[in-house]
Every structure is written in structure tokens, then in C-alpha cells.
């Protein structure tokens, strides 16, 4: 798995439309070879449907691990350990590296309100801030994969 190439891949998502939970997610599952409908996360965009909690990149590169673990398919209580370690390995490296891990600490503004998105939208943070943390979101958790 390129990370780069999925990170870009990802980014194309999300310049084209995608959310920034559905590019991190789509751009996974299309590392891992799986075709899934990325509407499966689309409400934990904008920091879970713009309520300014975990920021939708990481949420949905935190979906896609649990898609690459399948817990369910492994010895019991073993998978649940280890999704569990690999998401909380993303979160702390994702936050480490983008400044934080809710969607307001990292774009500056409160999507949740009228006011806060116009001004994102006006600040452009869609490209400044929300790409690079997607792009972020789909290094790190191609990295811990890689890892395994």
C-alpha cells in the first residue's frame, strides 16, 4: 500500500465532493481492495455532523480499521484488543501531528454555527486545513496497517 498515492487518491475524493470522513474511508478501503459505499460514514463529517466533536477524516480512517481488523472474524476478545490499540495509536498520532483532534481545534471555526461556517468557507479551510488532515488521517492509518 503507497501511502502517498491514498493519500492523494483521498484528497481527489474529497476536492470532488466527498466529505472529509468519506475521501479518509474511501481512500482506505480502496488501499485494502474493498468496495464500500462511503455513505456509511457521510454523518460524521464536519466533526460528527458538525457538532465540533472528533474530526470525520479520523473517524472515517478509524471506520476503515475496523474494516481492515474485522474483529469478529478473529480468535475472541483478540480482535477487540487490537482495534482498540490501533485506533488509540491513530487518534494520538493524528493529533500529535495535525495540532488536535476535534474538527474546531483544527480548522479554527465552529462549522456547527451559521457564523463559524461561513467563515471557514471565506478562510478557505476546506484546502489549508481539512485536506492536509485528511491526507493525515489516510498516511497514519495505512502506516499502523503496514505495521501488523
Known amino acids: 500500500m503507497n501511502k502517498a498515492g491514498y493519500g492523494d487518491r483521498a484528497i481527489e475524493y474529497f476536492d470532488s465532493g466527498y466529505n472529509c470522513a468519506e475521501s479518509a474511508f474511501k481512500g482506505l478501503c480502496d488501499a485494502m481492495g474493498k468496495e464500500v459505499n ?8 464536519g466533526g460528527v455532523g458538525r ?48 495540532g488536535d483532534v476535534n474538527c474546531t481545534g483544527i ?26 488532515a485528511v491526507r493525515k488521517a489516510v498516511e497514519l492509518a495505512l502506516t499502523l496497517m503496514q505495521a501488523e
Do not use: M
Not at 63 to 68: F, V
Not at 107 to 132: I, K, M, S, V, W
Open 107 to 132: 480548522t479554527g471555526f465552529n462549522l456547527g454555527t451559521d457564523e463559524g461556517y461561513a467563515q471557514f468557507r471565506a478562510a478557505n479551510r476546506h484546502a489549508t486545513h481539512c485536506a492536509p
Open 51 to 98: 457538532t465540533d466533536s472528533l474530526c470525520g477524516a479520523l473517524t472515517g480512517a478509524i471506520a476503515a480499521l475496523g474494516l481492515w481488523v474485522d474483529r469478529h472474524g478473529e480468535g475472541k476478545g483478540e480482535g477487540k484488543e487490537r482495534i482498540y490499540r490501533l485506533v488509540g495509536q491513530l487518534v494520538r498520532e493524528f493529533g500529535d501531528s495535525v
Open 38 to 45: 462511503p455513505s456509511v460514514v457521510s454523518g460524521f463529517g
